[in-house]
C-alpha cells in the first residue's frame, strides 16, 4: 500500500491564508483509494469524524512526497541546499503549484525546481515556455464543495446570470461591460452574498469552522445561491500584454512587447494583443458542480490549460475572445431546460474529471508515465 506524505506549513508568513485547497483535495482523493495519508503536520481537521485527514508523522517511511507550493516558498533556504539532503532520492517528490504569484512562477527561472519529479502547475497557458516537469493541474473539487453544494441542493429560481464577485480583476470589468451592452434574454444580476463575519454565517458549527478555516470561502449561503441561478459568471484573471513572457521582463522580453503596445494603442482588438492568466478559481468548480451553467471565457481560444477541457456548449457556455455578439446570440438561442442540461452535464463532467479521486488517479496515472520514459 503506498504511503503518501504532504508537506505544508501551519502558519505561511506571506499573508494570512492557511488554505491548502489543492493538498486537501489530494490528500481526500488518496484516502478514498485506500492509500495511507500523513504530513509534516496535522492539517484539514474533520468535524464530523474528529480527526485530521493529514496527521502528523515524523516518520520518513513514505513512498511519495507531495509538497505545497507555499511550504516550498517558506523553507527554500532549508530545501534548496547543496545536495538537497532532504529530497530521498528513492522517493517520488512532487509540487503542487497554482502559478498565482503574477507572472513570475518560481519554477520557471530557478533549476532548482529540478529536483522535484513532477511539479503540477494550475492556470498554464499555451505559450509560455514550461520545464520538461511541470504538468497542468486545476484546482477542481473537495468533499467540502461537493456535500455542501449536495446539502443545499434547491430549485432554479433565478433566471438570469449571476453575478458574485468582491475582487475587481480586470477582465471581470472588460466582460461585465461587454454583456451590459447586450440585450440578453437572461439579464446580469448582482449577486453578492452578504460579507458576514464567523458568527453570522448560518447553518451549524461544522459551516462556522470551515468558514474561518478557508479564511472565508466557505458559506452555505452562497452555495445555495448557486443552485437556485441558472447561470452563473466564473470569470476571473488579468490581462497582460503578448507575447507571453515571465516577470520580471528581460531587455528583450520588453523589446518583444513594443509591437503588441503600438497595435494596442492603434485600436487593435485586445484578444489580439494581450493575454489573460490566473484564470483558475475556486467559483470556477464550485459553479461546475452546483447546479447553475457557468459562463467563462472559452479555454481553447485564450490558451487557457487544463489536464481535461470542458466542451463549450454542453459543459458551460463560453466567450470566444471578446466576442460578446457571439454569446448574445447564443444564449437568446437557448431555453431555460436547454441552460438547465448544460449545467447539469457540466455538474456530471467536474465530478468524473475533477473530484478529489479522479484527480489522485490523474496524478498516479502520469507518475506511470514517467517511470515508463525512465
Known amino acids: 500500500m503506498l504511503t503518501i506524505k504532504f508537506f505544508v506549513t501551519p502558519v505561511y508568513p506571506y499573508g494570512n491564508d492557511h488554505y491548502y485547497h489543492e493538498i486537501i483535495a489530494l490528500a481526500e482523493g488518496f484516502e478514498s483509494l485506500g492509500y495511507k495519508v500523513i504530513g509534516n503536520c496535522n492539517y484539514w481537521y474533520i468535524p464530523d469524524e474528529n480527526r485530521y485527514l493529514i496527521p502528523e508523522a515524523i ?32 522517493k517520488i517528490h512532487i509540487l ?32 509560455f515556455k514550461t520545464p520538461d516537469n511541470v504538468y497542468p493541474w486545476a484546482m477542481g473539487l473537495t468533499n467540502r464543495i461537493i456535500e455542501t453544494i449536495d446539502q443545499n441542493k434547491t430549485e432554479i429560481k433565478n433566471n438570469v446570470i449571476g453575478i458574485n464577485s468582491r475582487v475587481n480583476h480586470e477582465v471581470r470589468e472588460i466582460a461585465y461591460s461587454g454583456l451590459n451592452r447586450l440585450n440578453l434574454r437572461y439579464p446580469i444580476k448582482d449577486l453578492v452574498t452578504g460579507n458576514l463575519n464567523q458568527s453570522e454565517i448560518p447553518g451549524d458549527d461544522k459551516d462556522n469552522y470551515f468558514f474561518r478555516v478557508t479564511t472565508r470561502r466557505h458559506n452555505p449561503a452562497y452555495y445555495k445561491l448557486l443552485n437556485e441561478t441558472l447561470l452563473f459568471s466564473t470569470i476571473g484573471g488579468y490581462s497582460h500584454l503578448r507575447p507571453h513572457d515571465y516577470f520580471p521582463f528581460t531587455f528583450a522580453d520588453k523589446i518583444r512587447k513594443i509591437p503588441f503596445r503600438i497595435k494596442s494603442k492603434l485600436g487593435m482588438p485586445q484578444h489580439k494583443t494581450h493575454f489573460i492568466f490566473q484564470w483558475d478559481s475556486f467559483r470556477l468548480w464550485e459553479c ?33 475572445e471578446f466576442d460578446f455578439k457571439d454569446i448574445e446570440k447564443r444564449l437568446n438561442n437557448k431555453t431555460v431546460e436547454e441552460i438547465k442540461s448544460i449545467g447539469q452535464q457540466g455538474k456530471t463532467w467536474a465530478l468524473k474529471h475533477y473530484s478529489p479521486q479522479a484527480q489522485a488517479i490523474r496524478l498516479l496515472d502520469i507518475l506511470k508515465i514517467i517511470n515508463h520514459r525512465s
Open 59 to 90: 516518520e520518513s517511511d513514505f513512498d511519495i512526497a507531495i509538497y505545497d507550493h507555499r511550504y516550498v516558498k517558506s523553507f527554500e533556504h532549508l530545501l534548496f541546499r547543496k545536495g538537497y539532503p532532504n529530497f530521498d532520492k528513492s
Open 288 to 320: 461546475f458542480y452546483a447546479n447553475t451553467c457557468p459562463i467563462n471565457f472559452d479555454f481553447n481560444s485564450w490558451g487557457f490549460i487544463l489536464p481535461v477541457f470542458p466542451e463549450d456548449g454542453k459543459h458551460f457556455l463560453g466567450i470566444k
Open 96 to 127: 503542487i503549484d497554482r502559478f498565482e504569484d503574477w507572472l513570475e512562477p518560481k519554477w520557471a527561472r530557478d533549476n532548482n525546481y529540478n529536483v522535484f519529479d513532477i511539479i503540477f502547475s494550475c492556470n498554464l497557458i499555451i505559450g
